[in-house]
C-alpha cells in the first residue's frame, strides 16, 4: 500500500474521531479566563485599594512562613505574647514581606483591640492594631453566617467566565469594601487608606479568614479613641456591574495606646548630593518609626531628566541585612514637585550601628520626551520618547496597548508606564480608571522582538476628537551609577 | 455568524463573539492537537492554551478573512513547542487510543502515526495539515507563514520520508 493511501486511512480515522464537545467547550473557556487573569496589574485608580501581585507573593511565602516558625522556637517571651493575642501568627503572616511590621510584632508593639460588630450574618473583629504616629495596621476577622457561607461556596465555584457574562449579584468577593475612621468628635480622620487583600479561596470558602487595613494619617496622631465605620461589599466591581454594599454599616469603636509609640521617631539629617548623568539627586533626611523608614530625597529643578524612580534601593548595614523599599503599601510619598518621600520596612527594632543606602540605577526620562501622542484610529504613534521603547500601539481587548521593549531586568517588574490623566485634541482632559501591564509572549511568528511587554489604560468612555496626549509616570529607560551612601 | 464578523466584534471586546469563532473552529483544532498528542487530555489542555493565546493577540488579526489559518497556526506553534519540550523527557512515541475498526487497520494506523511522529517538524506540519485535516496547499501556505512553493517541496519531502520509514519497517515484518 503506498504510504498516501495509508495516510489517507488515518485521515479517515481522525475525521469519524468522536469529539468530546462538552469538554472543548470548557477548555475554550478555561482558556479565556486563563486569559483573563493574566491581565495582571489591573488596578482601579478610583479607589485606593491596593493589591498585591498574587503571583510574586506566592514564591516568598514558603521561606518567609520558615521564619516566623524558627522566632517562635527561638523566644519564649514572643511565645507567651502569641497567647496574649488570640490568632497572632494569622496576622504575622498578613505582613510577612515587611519585615519591619514583623519584627515590630516580635518586639510586642502590637496592641490587642477585641472589638466587633454583627449585622446580616457577618461579624466583623477587630482584633489587633501595629500604630505609630505614621501609619495604623488593624488586623481583623470576617466570620460568615452558615447560610451566607453557603452563598459564598456557591458564587466562588461558578466560573468567573460565566458570572462576567451575567449581571446577577454574586456575593464571591465579599470583603470590607468601604472605610471611614472617624476621631472622637465625629469627624473623618485624615488619612489614605488600603484594605482587602486578596483572600485565599479555601480560606474564603470556610466562612471566616482575617485580613488587615492600613490607614497612612496625614497628621500625626494625638488622642487615643476612634470609631472605625465599614461597609462590606458583595463582590469586586467589573466592566459593566456595579459594585454592590450590604445595606448596613459595621460600626466599630477602637481604643488605641498613644504612649505605646510617643516620641519613638528618631531623626537622622543626610544632606548628601548624588550626581549621575548631571542629575542632582539630594537625600536629605531619614526618620525611622517603628512601622517604616522615610528618606527624603529632593531632585534639583535645573535637572534635565524627570526621575521616576530608583532600581534596586535599599538599606544595607555592616553585616551585609537589607532593609527594602514597602513592596505592599504607600511606596513613597510626594510633598512637592521635585520632592519625594520614600519609604523603607522599618529597622526601630533590630537597630543596626551603620546603615547606607544603595542603589545601582534609576529610571528617567528627558522632560522634553515625557509626552506620548496617539492617533488611536489608525493606531499609529505620532509622538513617542527617542529611544523607542514603544514599538507599537493597537486597540485590543484590554484597552489602548503599548508594545514596549523591556530590559532582561524587567522580567517581573510591570511598570504602570502612565498618568491616568490624558487630554484629546481638543484639549479635554479624559481620565482613565484602568491600566493594565502583561507580559506580551508572542506566539512565535517571525522577527517579533523579545522582551516586549504590553501595557496602557482603558480610555474612558464616550467621544474624543484624536489624538490623544498621554504622559509618561515611568519608564524602563535607565541612567546607571553605582551609589552607596552612609546613613548612620 | 460569520468568522469575518465574529472577529471584528471580537476585536472590539465581545467575548461572546470571541468565543463563537473558537467554537465553530474547534473540531478542527482538536484534530490537529490529537494528531501532535494522540490523547484527549493533552489535546484538550491545547485548545485551552490556544485559546488564550488568541484571545491576548486577536488585535494583531489584521485581516478577519485569515482567521481561521491564523488560528490553526497558533495550534501548530503550540503543538510544535510542547513536542519540543516533551521531547526531552520522553522516549517512547505515543500511540493514539483511536479505535480502528479492524486489527489489520490498526496495526497500519499505528505505524503511520509512528512514522509521522519520527518527521522532522516541518515535514510532519504539513503532512498533518495536508492529510490529516485535508487543508488546500493554498491554506497551509497561510496557516504556517510559508511560500506555496515551500509547502509543496516539503510535501514531497516529507512523503518521499514517510515511504522511507513504512518501506523499512515492512521489510522488517516480511523477514
Known amino acids: 500500500m503506498r504510504e498516501e493511501e495509508k495516510l489517507q486511512k488515518v485521515k479517515e480515522h481522525y475525521q469519524r474521531m468522536d469529539i468530546p464537545d462538552a469538554a472543548i467547550d470548557d477548555a475554550i473557556k478555561k482558556g479565556m479566563e486563563q486569559a483573563s487573569a493574566q491581565r495582571r496589574l489591573r488596578r482601579s485608580f478610583s479607589s485606593r485599594r491596593i493589591r498585591f501581585n498574587l503571583k510574586w507573593t506566592s514564591t516568598v511565602v514558603a521561606a518567609m512562613i520558615l521564619i516566623f516558625v524558627m522566632m517562635i522556637r527561638v523566644s519564649p517571651v514572643f511565645a507567651s505574647y502569641v497567647s496574649y493575642i488570640p490568632g497572632l501568627e494569622k496576622f504575622v503572616e498578613l505582613v510577612r514581606f515587611d519585615k519591619g511590621l514583623t519584627s515590630a510584632i516580635e518586639n510586642e508593639f502590637m496592641q490587642p483591640v477585641g472589638v466587633f460588630d454583627e449585622h446580616e450574618g457577618i461579624k466583623i473583629t477587630i482584633d489587633s492594631a501595629i500604630v505609630d504616629e505614621q501609619q495604623m495596621v488593624l488586623f481583623y476577622t470576617m466570620e460568615l453566617s452558615d447560610e451566607l457561607r453557603d452563598r459564598v461556596i456557591q458564587d466562588m465555584e461558578r466560573s468567573s467566565f460565566e458570572a462576567e457574562r451575567t449581571a446577577e449579584t454574586r456575593f464571591d468577593q465579599l470583603e470590607v469594601g468601604k472605610v471611614q475612621l472617624l476621631d472622637e468628635h465625629g469627624e473623618s480622620v485624615m488619612a489614605s487608606m488600603q484594605f482587602s487583600s486578596p483572600v485565599p479561596d479555601e480560606e474564603r470558602k470556610k466562612g471566616k479568614w482575617v485580613n488587615e487595613m492600613r490607614f497612612y494619617f496625614h497628621e500625626a496622631l494625638d488622642s487615643g479613641q476612634y470609631t472605625l465605620q465599614i461597609w462590606v461589599q458583595k463582590h469586586d466591581p467589573q466592566p459593566g456591574i456595579e459594585r454592590e454594599f450590604f445595606d448596613s454599616t459595621w460600626i466599630i469603636p477602637i481604643q488605641i495606646d498613644t504612649s505605646k509609640f510617643a516620641g519613638m521617631k528618631e531623626t537622622y539629617e543626610l544632606n548628601e548630593t548624588v550626581t549621575i548623568e548631571r542629575q542632582k539627586i539630594t537625600f536629605s533626611r531619614m526618620e525611622v518609626f517603628p512601622t517604616r523608614i522615610g528618606i527624603h530625597v529632593k531632585f534639583a529643578e535645573e535637572n534635565t531628566h524627570r526621575i521616576f524612580g530608583f532600581d534596586d534601593l535599599e538599606l544595607v548595614d555592616d553585616k551585609g541585612e537589607k532593609w527594602g523599599t514597602i513592596v505592599n503599601g504607600v511606596t513613597a510619598t510626594m510633598p512637592g514637585e521635585n520632592e519625594w518621600i520614600i519609604y523603607f520596612e522599618s529597622n526601630y527594632f533590630s537597630r543596626p550601628e551603620s546603615l547606607y543606602l544603595q542603589f545601582s540605577s534609576v529610571r528617567a526620562l528627558p522632560k522634553d520626551q515625557l509626552q506620548v501622542v496617539v492617533d488611536v484610529e489608525n493606531e499609529r504613534i505620532l509622538k513617542a520618547p527617542k529611544d523607542g521603547r514603544i514599538k507599537k500601539v493597537a486597540n485590543t481587548g484590554m484597552g489602548l496597548s503599548f508594545f514596549v521593549k523591556m530590559d532582561d531586568r524587567d522580567e517581573h517588574m510591570y511598570l504602570n508606564i502612565f498618568e491616568h490623566k490624558y487630554r484629546d485634541a481638543d484639549g479635554n482632559e479624559l481620565e482613565s480608571n484602568s491600566a493594565f501591564a502583561t507580559n506580551y509572549d508572542d506566539f512565535g511568528s517571525e522577527g517579533e522582538e523579545s522582551n516586549l511587554k504590553q501595557i496602557g489604560l482603558v480610555l474612558a468612555d464616550g467621544e474624543f476628537t484624536n489624538p490623544l496626549t498621554f504622559t509618561l509616570n515611568d519608564y524602563p529607560h535607565r541612567l546607571d551609577k553605582s551609589i552607596r551612601l552612609k546613613v548612620r | ?175
Not at chain 2, 464578523?5 to 490537529?32: C, M, P, T
Not at chain 2, 512553493?149 to 520509514?165: D, F, I, P, S, W
Request: include cysteine; hydrophobic fraction near 35%.
Open chain 2, 1 to 175: 455568524m460569520h468568522d469575518e464578523q465574529l472577529v471584528i466584534q471580537a476585536k472590539n471586546g465581545d467575548d461572546d463573539a470571541f468565543y463563537e469563532f473558537i467554537q465553530n473552529h474547534k473540531a478542527s483544532l482538536y484534530r490537529i492537537a490529537y494528531a501532535y498528542f494522540k490523547n484527549e487530555q493533552d489535546a484538550l489542555e491545547a485548545i485551552q492554551e490556544v485559546t488564550c493565546r488568541a484571545y491576548h493577540h486577536i488585535h494583531k488579526l489584521k485581516q478577519p478573512q485569515f482567521a481561521a489559518t491564523w488560528l490553526t497556526r497558533i495550534m501548530i506553534n503550540y503543538c510544535a513547542d510542547e513536542r519540543r519540550k516533551r521531547r526531552r523527557v520522553q522516549i517512547h512515541a505515543e500511540v493514539s487510543d483511536l479505535q480502528p475498526v479492524t486489527d489489520r487497520d490498526r496495526y497500519q494506523m499505528i505505524e503511520v502515526e509512528q512514522a509521522v511522529d519520527q518527521l522532522n517538524e516541518k515535514y510532519r506540519q504539513v503532512i498533518i495539515l495536508k492529510y490529516f485535516e485535508d487543508l488546500k496547499i493554498k491554506d497551509i501556505a497561510q496557516a504556517l507563514n510559508q511560500p506555496e512553493g515551500t509547502v509543496k517541496t516539503r510535501l514531497n519531502k516529507g512523503l518521499r520520508l514517510l515511504r522511507r520509514a513504512l518501506g523499512e519497517k515492512g521489510g522488517e515484518r516480511n523477514a
